[in-house]
T-cell receptor, first 114, second 109 residues
Framework: NAGVTQTPKFRILKIGQSMTLQCAQD?????MYWYRQDPGMGLKLIYY???????DKGEVPNGYNVSRSTTEDFPLRLELAAPSQTSVYFC?????????????FGSGTQLSVL | QQPVQSPQAVILREGEDAVINCSSS?????VHWYRQKHGEAPVFLMI?????EQKGHEKISASFNEKKQQSSLYLTASQLSYSGTYFC??????????FGDGTTLTVKP
């Protein structure tokens, strides 16, 4: 299993540009998440999904959109990028079994908006 | 509303113990703990569900007091590899986590 795969690892955008951050997992997890992390801060939940076709807003959804057409993929779309969206973005998926629950994180995407 | 972590920073010598606390003003479904090293993704340590359970992971364990909506992470006989920033994440219902701002732990030789 590759786990949670995020692309790209780094990206520089100009103000007003748009882009999609890709996230894929091959563990058949239903729950997937997008977080952003600003320097020296904790993780802020942007959007999450409890299964294909179902998404919901987190704490900081403004300026972002998501879709979940398959269990594997959970892309994050930035429309009209702004400097305030400069951050590190992490995707994660969640697994349950009778031993408990566990979250798996991707390696992150460092985004700069200039 | 995000949980509050304390202390903000801890400096230890190898072999010493540390406790990191996480408290919420809301009724919680679960508490998660993570460790993040600089420039890396957070690494999941453990999750505690309501019911006041205590879980262990090598020399790192945690408790969850459902009545007080508090969780504590216990690091015993700390090693250099324990250095990093520890975050707690809380859920008021399954699937929607809120994270604290982290506790930076530095273990010195």
């Amino acid at each position: 299993n590759a786990g949670v795969t995020q692309t790209p690892k780094f990206r520089i955008l100009k103000i007003g540009q748009s882009m999609t951050l890709q996230c894929a997992q091959d563990m058949n997890h239903n729950y997937m998440y997008w977080y952003r992390q600003d320097p020296g801060m904790g993780l802020k939940l942007i959007y999450y999904s409890v299964g294909a076709g179902i998404t919901d807003k987190g704490e900081v959804p403004n300026g972002y959109n998501v879709s979940r057409s398959t269990t594997e993929d959970f892309p994050l779309r930035l429309e009209l990028a702004a400097p305030s969206q400069t951050s590190v973005y992490f995707c994660a998926s969640r697994h349950w079994d009778k031993r408990g629950e566990k979250l798996f994180f991707g390696s992150g995407t460092q985004l700069s908006v200039l | 509303q995000q949980p509050v972590q304390s202390p903000q920073a801890v400096i230890l010598r190898e072999g010493e113990d540390a406790v990191i606390n996480c408290s919420s003003s809301k009724a919680l479904y679960s508490v998660h703990w993570y460790r993040q090293k600089h420039g890396e993704a957070p690494v999941f340590l453990m999750i505690l569900l309501k019911g006041g359970e205590q879980k262990g992971h090598e020399k790192i364990s945690a408790s969850f007091n459902e009545k007080k909506q508090q969780s504590s992470l216990y690091l015993t006989a700390s090693q250099l590899s324990y250095s990093g920033t520890y975050f707690c994440g809380t859920e008021t219902n399954a699937g929607k986590s809120t994270f604290g701002d982290g506790t930076t732990l530095t273990v010195k030789p």
